[in-house]
């Protein structure tokens, strides 16, 4: 639309003549995106970019859509008789806008009001993992028809109903969908990577932009799953991913940068696809046996070229076969990189990098990798120093040497659970520090006294119309999930029983809704269950103790999404409600206790024996 409309001379005098123009960087300004797509939904049209809304001098909402072409097309007028149109009803019908923007307004206020309070339960979580099942693509995998999307926070929805279940026919679509996903053309099989979502029902043709927060909850969510598969596909699309981010989303400053654009030279995949032609000349003899791997064929799979991926035989080769085939990537990637790449959305956003700070902690611990921690400490370390003011308030944005934007819940809420998973990797307090200051931040600022839960902008946010405030996720966890589990966390690392009974109130605040709309709810009931089902395992002893270090082994070998683990040389400074409180090490060795609610294990000392006692087949069997 920029390119067809923005751009065209004609179109632009018109738009100038008859409007004020103002662009708005979604990612930059998410606050005032979120009024103007709720505005867009209570005017019954479906959400997405580019969102085109047509407002009073106020900054009041009375009508907008998405896409308008610059012709007729697709049964929509041109942006051109949109734009006449609606200037024609505001200087003729004044009554008629009035009254789509008092309506607008109203709702607003009412959709940040109405949320139904209520309690969750786990036959409730049980019975939305089984409504998922049905509407999932048994063959494909994910959400049934296409788009589709990787909806990381669905899929972990799925995950944890088959721990509690044991249920194989929900671990065979979770495994179906990872598989075809890590398979498909979605993800970007040279330099590793995964694109936007994808446009067809069999993950093989994606809208090539890759974005920092579809990767890290792509890393975080096969780090959750590899531990009781061992897929070894999992573990190398998490490596790949990683190096990935390690190699081009990393900004000179060690934070991560926002995304890469889905077009090179004008067209969209071009740095990405290939042609016949290109595999045979660049690997030679080897090129069938590429081909053959990768669906190259003459005709190509998407517009005339090729989309390299591994969907018809989803499975892995011999391991031979895999170590030839990764130096024929290695070489096809070293001839793709003289290519004019994509551009890079330099921008440094809070909420996203504590969504990868996060993943690469979690996956630090999983795969064994300091490199990874050491990676997401610098991100972390950079967000303290340069996009935090004097104040103690967490900027949204940095870019070019500046901070721009204003507060949001999701970065206190993202960079808040970050600073608690470096904290658990490390037992570093500064980490636990910060966490406790931001959630004071939301605490004091964004609460809704009233209905419960968080707004999404502070009491002290200026140009904004309306608050608003809701608990459904978006293509990232939605900030009051996020919150949900940051305060439980707190509450059981500290013994802090206002966070913990903030946790729960926030949680009944969006229940009601939860309970009628799981699909759009499931970070926050993925929340609900961490807060109901935390495991805290405590491991008495040094970190730099060899044992203790084949004790975080046994730990991390296993899959327990409600796990918080924290190495101590003493539990006198403990909660004094805490259950392992006065425990002490058996036989001077460095020592495990798996707590949950009010009681813990005996005590343990053999790796093994810990790894037993955490396996969720073992311990329910």
């Known amino acids: 639309m920029a390119h067809e409309s923005f751009e065209d001379p004609e179109t632009a005098e018109l738009m100038n003549e008859l409007f004020v123009n103002i662009k708005v960087d979604r990612e930059e300004r998410p606050d005032i995106d979120a009024i103007y797509m709720h505005s867009l939904a209570l005017l019954g049209q479906p959400g997405g970019w580019p969102l085109t809304m047509f407002l009073t001098s106020d900054g009041e909402p009375f009508w907008g859509g998405t896409y308008f072409p610059k012709e007729p097309a697709y049964g929509r007028p041109s942006f051109r008789d949109i734009l006449r149109e609606v200037h024609r009803v505001f200087q003729s019908e004044p009554a008629k806008i009035a009254n789509n923007r008092d309506a607008i307004k109203q709702a607003l206020q009412q959709m940040s009001e109405s949320q139904t309070a209520g309690l969750l339960s786990f036959d409730m979580l049980d019975q939305a993992v089984r409504g998922l099942v049905r509407q999932m693509d048994s063959i494909n995998g994910g959400l049934k028809g296409a788009p589709k999307f990787p909806q990381a926070a669905i899929y972990e929805m799925l995950w944890r109903g088959y721990l509690r279940s044991q249920d194989e026919t929900q671990l065979k679509i979770l495994t179906t969908t990872l598989d075809h996903i890590c398979q498909g053309g979605i993800f970007d099989h040279l330099g590793g990577g995964l694109s936007r979502y994808s446009t067809d029902e069999i993950w093989l043709a994606p809208h090539f932009e890759k974005m920092l927060y579809d990767n890290a909850q792509f890393i975080e969510l096969l780090s959750m799953v590899w531990p009781a598969t061992h897929s070894t596909l999992y573990a190398w699309r998490v490596m790949e991913t990683a190096a990935f981010v390690q190699r081009e989303m990393v900004t000179p400053e060690g934070a991560f940068a926002a995304s890469l654009d889905a077009d090179s030279e004008g067209e969209e995949g071009r740095y990405y696809v290939w042609s016949e032609t290109e595999i045979d000349e660049i690997l030679g003899m080897d090129a069938k046996f590429f081909k053959q791997h990768y669906d190259v064929t003459p005709a190509g799979n998407w517009e005339g070229n090729t989309i390299l991926n591994r969907l018809n035989t989803i499975g892995l080769a011999s391991d031979a076969d895999e170590r030839l085939l990764a130096l024929l990537r290695a070489k096809l990637l070293r001839a793709r990189d003289n290519r ?282």
């Open 340 to 621: 004019i790449p994509p551009a890079r959305d330099d921008k440094v956003l809070s909420d996203w990098n504590g969504m990868m700070i996060a993943a690469l902690a979690s996956a630090a611990a999983v795969f064994d990798r300091p490199s990874w921690f050491e990676m997401a400490a610098r991100a972390f370390d950079f967000i303290t120093r340069s996009m935090t003011t004097p104040d103690g308030r967490l900027a949204h944005c940095w870019c070019a040497g500046k901070i721009s934007g204003s507060e949001v819940l999701d970065d206190y809420a993202q960079m808040s659970r970050a600073a608690l998973a470096l904290y658990e990797l490390t037992g570093h307090t500064p980490y636990l520090d910060w966490a406790i200051r931001w959630v004071g931040h939301v605490n004091e600022r964004f609460w809704d006294s009233e209905n419960g839960g968080y707004f999404y902008t502070p009491s002290d946010a200026k140009d904004l119309i309306t608050r608003t405030r809701q608990g459904h996720d978006n293509a990232t966890p939605n900030g009051n999930a996020v919150m949900a589990n940051v305060l439980a966390r707190i509450g059981y690392l500290t013994g802090d029983g206002q966070a913990r009974l903030r946790s729960i109130a926030l949680v009944e605040a969006f229940a009601g809704e939860a309970r009628k709309n799981f699909l759009a709810m499931a970070s926050l009931l993925n929340s609900f269950e961490f807060q109901e089902r935390c495991v805290q395992i405590i491991i008495l002893g040094s970190r730099a103790d060899k044992h203790t270090q084949r004790l975080l082994q046994a730990v991390y070998s296993q899959s327990v999404p409600d796990r918080m683990v924290l190495v101590l040389e003493s539990t006198a400074g403990l909660p004094k409600t805490h259950p392992a409180r006065n425990k002490t090490q058996r036989d001077g060795r460095s020592t495990a206790y798996i707590c949950r609610g009010a009681t813990c294990s005996l005590p343990l000392t053999d790796p093994g024996m810990l790894a037993d006692a955490i396996d969720f087949r073992k311990a329910s069997a």
